[in-house]
């Protein structure tokens, strides 16, 4: 007779398809259930674990990036193995998953951006900010891409905290970016940096802004760089005043912009960055195939039932004069290999984190993270999130709701196919060299910037 699934000799298998923080919290939860045994391998596509904490937080947030060494531990943990350098779709399918597994949890985070939806978008020199981040970060995917910020004038789209990253970037000296763990190939891109003016681009009130006050504020706190905003934009309508009563992150906010109305350009300041509110972008203006300006409309805040503040244009246009954009307007899931997805939402439809195709909920297969809930919140957020994943995936383990695999494990399997997989091992090596040419060079570390790279360590 069989052994109860989540017993000694029988524990419960669980695939975990993305080694970011929503990933790496699932994990984590999964082995702490105290009453099933449980084993957890975590794949990454590629050989380095983390995700968005190795290539989504900028190079100069430092101390962000220490939550790796949570993560660390979670692998030091005979029960979480690391399956790295194994692409769902590429090197496994969702077949053989459910063939291996009891149970997977996907947790791929927000791959694509989202549009404008303007005229003149895909110009060149229009990016998403998600190639221009890979590419600082040394993203494989991005990282040997060219991105010249050898112009005058930039414009980024949007005011959450991955557009204050953005614009940072552009106006800090990058002599002060040296000394991170910046991509070396973006390095070279900055030192040829002639960028003396951000525009920043909100479309709601400073009210409405999503970045983060510790976010805005070190904008502030750039050598060399001046903030700018428009006074009027800070006078507030009256629905904006009830929300910035209830609000702390809005009202500290608040506080800084009206701080920086104080800052005036000196003859010696690099960069002066340009904040807009009320603004959107109608149309990339461009001359012999290059982008000069972006036309802009002036909004007015309209408020709607259940008190939600919409942008509304007023027919009011006007021309920034820029030679690069950056969209930094939220991320979006893309579809994942032959899983249900949400078109209008980007996310995989889910019913407390069990994945759904239509009215069913499909058994084993779960998700957690931005591809459950949209790319919202900070890494800490996953956290909450990840564990209410877990316990709808502990119920049903209890209940005996799982999958029932043939395979007795995925990673012989992969071998058979003479695939190589990178362990937890294998990437302690492979940091380990990249920490050496970074103590080399005075820097946390010198990232590689492709997976052949990595691997030719291994080698």
């Known amino acids: 007779m069989t052994a109860a699934v989540g017993s000694t000799s029988n524990p419960l298998r669980v695939a975990v398809v993305g080694s970011g923080p929503a990933g790496m919290y699932a994990a984590a939860a999964l082995i702490g259930t105290s009453d099933l045994e449980v084993r957890v391998d975590v794949l990454e596509r590629l050989p380095a674990p983390f995700g968005l904490v190795r290539y989504g937080v900028a190079p100069d947030h430092q101390k962000i990036k ?3 060494r949570v993560f660390d531990r979670s692998f030091e943990d005979e029960r979480i193995r690391f399956l790295g350098n194994v692409e769902l ?14 149970q997977i949890v ?3 985070g927000a791959q694509g951006d989202r549009r404008l939806g303007i005229g003149g978008e895909d110009l060149p020199g229009s990016w998403s900010s998600t190639e221009f981040v890979n590419w600082y970060n040394g993203h494989p995917d991005l990282a040997t891409a060219d991105y010249p910020v050898d112009v005058e004038s930039v414009a980024v789209v949007g005011i959450g905290n991955v557009a204050m990253d953005v614009a940072r970037i552009l106006a800090t000296d990058p002599e002060a970016l040296a000394a991170t763990d910046i991509s070396d190939r973006a390095l070279q891109g900055l030192a040829r940096n002639r960028v003396r003016t951000v525009h920043v681009l909100a479309r709601r009130g400073p009210v409405q802004a999503k970045c983060s006050p510790p976010e805005l504020k070190e904008l502030g706190e750039l050598k060399g760089v001046s903030i700018g905003v ?25 506080a800084l912009l009206r ?9 010696s300041e690099r960069c002066r960055i340009h904040l807009h509110f009320l603004t959107s972008p109608r149309e990339l203006v461009a001359e012999e195939g290059a982008i000069v300006a972006v036309r802009c409309e002036r909004n007015r805040l309209v408020e709607l039932d259940g008190g939600y503040l919409n942008a509304e244009g007023t027919g009011e246009f006007f021309d920034l004069p820029v030679q690069r954009v950056v969209r930094a307007i939220g991320y979006r899931s893309d579809p994942l290999v032959d899983l249900p997805y949400d078109e ?10 069990r994945v759904r195709d239509g009215d069913r909920v499909l058994t084993g297969e779960y998700v957690v993270g931005w591809v459950k809930r949209g790319p919202s919140g900070l890494i800490g957020s996953n956290k909450a999130d990840a564990k209410a994943t877990v316990e709808s995936m502990v119920e049903d383990a209890r209940r005996g709701e799982h999958l029932q695999p043939t395979l007795e494990g995925l990673e012989a399997h992969l071998v058979a196919k003479e695939h190589r997989v990178v362990n937890w091992s294998d990437w302690q090596r492979i940091e380990s060299a990249e920490n050496s040419r970074g103590e080399a060079a005075g820097r946390p570390r010198v990232k590689f910037l492709t997976v052949e790279e990595m691997l030719s360590v291994l080698d």
């Open 66 to 68: 220490r939550v790796q």
């Open 89 to 102: 779709g590429r090197d496994v399918t969702r077949a053989e998953l459910r063939s291996s597994y009891h």
């Open 106 to 108: 996907y947790a791929v």
């Open 230 to 254: 428009n006074p009027a934009d800070l006078e507030l309508d009256e629905a904006s005043e009830r929300t910035l009563a209830d609000d702390r992150a809005a009202e500290k906010n608040l």
């Open 259 to 267: 701080e920086f109305l104080a800052t005036e350009p000196s003859s």
């Open 344 to 353: 209008r939402r980007g996310v995989i439809p889910n019913l407390e984190g």
